[in-house]
């Protein structure tokens, strides 16, 4: 059965491979939020609007992505849009 790729970034989500897209000889790998750390100031304002709780300090924001829901709250809210959903294409 195909999965949707939401449904696949939140398999993804927990550190598995992915699901096949793109075609015969290539996949799809989800990685997740990351936080940019060379960018971000250290304002902590992504813990304040994080649901899941899943991100600690210390000297720069970290996303623990096992228990991210991938609102995207944090990214819309950086303002040194230092949040990036990373995706990444892995040829078979
Ligand atoms: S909101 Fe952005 S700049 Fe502020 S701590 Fe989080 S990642 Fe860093
Ligand atoms: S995407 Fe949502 S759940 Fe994931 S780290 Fe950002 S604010 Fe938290």
Redesign the pocket.
Known sequence: MPVSVMEEKRILNDGTVGQAAGGKGSRLVYV??NVKQDCCTGCQG?LE???????SFGPFAS???S?????????N?CPACA?EWVEETVEE
């Open positions: 997740g939020y992504c609007v994080c649901p899941a709780q899943c991100i996303i623990n992505r228990f991210c829901v991938q609102c995207g709250s944090c990214a809210f949040i």
